[in-house]
């Protein structure tokens, strides 16, 4: 009977030896490679397209950037160039350089009002030349905005800003570029920021915008708050009234 049971262990050895066999180490390592290689290629896939995007980023405010230079689309005629010359020449100079500066700000105001877009432009590039005057920089904005360059205009605006973050007039100009373009949250953001700083038309603004986001609570806050302020003129101060009394209903 012994030697029958040595028999059997004997056949059945081989068997469990051949289940243990079937995986082969190298099957798990070269798992673990695949899954390696996968990360690998997925990781260089992410780079790949944010570089892309980065570069298509820099390739599209260098453009705006050479095109603002050669002022494109609105390029400057020869006429026109002369006929600025000639009205800078009959500028009788002032005695500072602030006075100068009003002076061609003054013309390229005019200018812009009358339509003449190129000759504006030419004058601001003439006044950038010699300071970073502020109400040129917005001008510059609002004669983009007026020939429907709106990515030009939030371009200069939003470099004037990372330059000056805490001048009024630049953001709340920059805010209505991103309300206009339908980003009213970053909007509302600026907005904000113009009614902590005390800014009577920045709080009328963010007023404004939080109704338009359906808040009407915090927009009755703000107009309320606006209400109280000795500096609001009664004509204001009238509508701020009726808008108090719709938001209360």
């Known amino acids: 009977m012994g030697i029958f049971r040595n028999i059997k262990e004997l056949k059945i050895e081989p068997q469990q030896k051949e289940k243990k066999s079937e995986v082969h180490p190298f099957t798990v390592v070269k798992k673990e490679h695949d899954f390696k290689k996968y990360v690998y290629l997925l990781l260089f896939i992410t780079i790949a397209i944010y570089g892309f995007i980065f570069y298509m980023e820099f390739k599209k405010r260098e453009n705006l950037k050479k095109e603002e230079n050669n002022i494109k689309p609105l390029q400057i005629s020869k006429i026109t160039e002369t006929k600025v010359k000639e009205n800078i020449s009959n500028i009788k100079i002032p005695e500072s350089k602030q006075e100068k500066i ?12 009358e339509g003449k877009t190129s000759e504006a432009l030419y004058y601001i590039k003439i006044i950038q030349e010699k300071k970073d005057y502020i109400p040129a920089i917005i001008l510059k904005a609002k004669v983009f905005q007026k020939e429907g360059l709106h990515d030009r ?97």
């Open 153 to 249: 205009a939030r371009t200069v605006l939003e470099e004037a800003y990372y330059k000056y973050p805490e001048n009024k007039d630049i953001l709340l100009n920059l805010a209505e570029i991103y309300e206009k373009e339908g980003a009213l949250v970053i909007a509302k953001d600026m907005y904000k920021v113009l009614d902590e700083m005390g800014y009577i038309e920045g709080s009328f603004k963010y007023a404004e915008i939080l109704e338009k986001l359906g808040q009407r609570e915090e927009a009755l806050k703000v107009y309320k708050k606006l209400y109280e302020n000795p500096n609001i003129s009664e004509k204001d101060r009238e509508q701020i009234q009726k808008k108090i009394l719709l938001l209360e209903k």
């Open 102 to 113: 009003k002076a061609l700000f003054d013309k390229a105001y005019k200018a812009y009002k």
